[in-house]
């Protein structure tokens, strides 16, 4: 069994869905937190020291932190609508509490400075369609530097793939100091909708592929909803929706360079790949979400 996929249970506590610490991980920076809370519930969560985004994957709640309160408005489904969230800081007891239920992501960066919290609009986040033809994917970036600066270690996007088309790819790495690249620990968080194309299922899958060019790493893996990926080090894409199955992923990276960075390096096997995407159209499917709502 690979060490490096985590399928859904093999991650839960006795009552959330996903607890994954960067010790558990095996590594120093990058963690995840998926909670699950039922309608009228409160739960209190100590950050210590991690910063994190509270990001609803389904539901809505109220985020209470340092004598701040956010009203998260949330979403149905990841594949419903671009979704507003909080940045809690490293050292706070941030109490959360819904009214209808909720599952809520947390992605977490183990860090050194203590920041304010701070609400993220939808509206300000961007929505990018990347790639072209049967690479055309929407990528989120709601967590990302230059978008988001209010963090000290934490970076996280969101991503959806039209069901038969790839992303994250070309192939690529960040996993050393280089003129195109920095240094960070990933995690993908998979959610795969079945056949409506909006509730997430375990009926459907995708496929995700990490490797290094020596060879330690090879793995090609089946995913399917709620599964999780870390990427340690190595080469990773492509991410491929079956027919059928739309998927998202949520990215949480975070390393130990001083200033925040997503910088990476295509493989340069497959780099050329992306010049052929000027001569393609773009998979009218995309983008699939926005601030209002569904679009395609």
């Known amino acids: 069994m690979s060490k490096l996929h985590r399928p859904l249970g ?81 050292d706070a007891e941030v109490e959360l509490s819904t009214a209808a239920g909720i599952e809520v992501a947390l992605p977490m960066a183990r860090c050194g400075r203590r920041l304010e919290p701070r609400y993220g609009p939808a509206e300000n986040v961007p929505v990018e369609v990347r790639g072209a033809g049967q690479a055309t994917r929407q990528v989120t970036n709601f967590g990302v530097p230059g978008v988001w600066d209010h963090a000290d270690k934490l970076n996280a996007c969101e991503l959806i793939t039209p069901g038969g088309n790839w992303s994250s790819y070309p192939p690529h790495k960040h996993d050393e100091v280089s003129e195109c690249e920095v240094v960070n620990e990933e995690i993908y968080y998979f959610r795969i909708a079945g056949r409506d194309g909006v509730t997430p299922s375990r009926e459907g899958f995708g496929l995700h592929r990490t490797y290094t060019s020596d060879g330690e790493l090879d793995e090609d893996v089946a995913v399917r909803d709620g599964d999780v990926f870390l990427i340690p080090r190595g080469y990773h894409g492509p991410c491929v929706a079956a027919p059928g199955y739309p998927m998202y992923y949520l990215n949480v990276l975070a390393g130990p360079a001083d200033e925040r960075s997503m910088a990476f390096c295509d493989d340069p096997a497959h780099g050329w790949v992306r010049d052929t995407w000027n001569d393609q159209e773009l998979d009218p499917r995309c983008p699939v979400t926005s601030q209002e709502g569904r679009v395609s």
């Open 10 to 90: 093999t991650l839960s506590d006795e009552r959330d869905p996903v607890r994954l610490t960067p010790d558990s991980a095996g590594w120093s920076y990058s963690g995840l937190r998926v909670l699950s809370l039922a309608a009228g519930e409160t739960r209190v969560v100590r950050t210590g020291e991690y910063e994190a985004f509270v990001l609803p994957l389904a539901g809505s709640c109220t985020v209470r932190v340092d004598e701040q309160v956010f009203e998260l408005a949330g979403r149905d489904s990841v594949f419903t609508r671009v979704t507003d969230f909080a940045y809690v800081p490293r």
